[in-house]
């Protein structure tokens, strides 16, 4: 169950104005930022979490994706520029059921994954294309090197603790 569904997101280009309209509100995980960090090393990359969100951005996300806001979802749109990478790791640790990897950029492929018999895969990225895939499944996305364009993906995961998604929506309605 390794493919890519292609068209999952049709608004990328809505969703990638928004982006970088809120770039001031990406915050750098690894290097000097927030720790990031996978059994076969260190990550570098710039994070959008849904609980710094504007409700434009949420709105636009949620606007063409077959996947409905719920209380039990969290989600963020990764970026990655020149030297960012992130290491060999799996997602879950056990606190999600549901994890959606969605490009939101064309260009040189930089996600690879593992298979069963440790084969590694590199996929051809396609904006607005999820990618399936086991829950599980060792994956990592390569060094950006540098004149490449900045890359961007959305994931989505659900069934992280609901207390965390009533601190998001508290925050929303203070601000």
């Known amino acids: 169950m390794y493919n890519l569904t292609e068209n999952y997101l049709t608004n990328v280009d809505e ?3 928004l982006a970088k309209k809120y770039d001031h509100l990406f915050r750098l995980k ?9 059994e076969y090393g260190d990550a570098s990359l710039k994070q959008f979490q849904y609980y710094n969100m504007p409700q434009d951005m949420v709105d636009a996300i949620f ?9 039990r979802l969290t989600f963020c749109i990764n970026k990655y520029e020149a030297g960012d ?6 997602d879950s640790m056990g606190l999600y059921w549901k994890f959606k990897c969605i490009f939101l950029t064309n260009g040189n492929p930089h996600f690879k994954y593992w298979d069963e018999d440790d084969n590694e895969h590199l996929v051809q990225e396609k ?3 999820l990618f399936n895939m086991k829950l599980g499944t060792p994956h990592a996305v390569t060094e950006i090197q540098e004149g490449e364009e900045p890359k961007y993906s959305l994931c989505i995961m659900q069934g992280l603790d609901t207390n965390v998604r009533v601190e998001f929506e508290n925050r929303r309605k203070v601000a």
């Open 30 to 38: 690894g290097k000097d930022g927030e720790p990031f960090a996978t």
């Open 127 to 129: 904006a607005g294309a």
């Open 85 to 90: 990478h992130i290491p060999r790791h799996k």
């Open 63 to 71: 606007k063409t994706i077959p996947d409905r806001y719920t209380d």
């Open 15 to 17: 969703v990638l104005t």
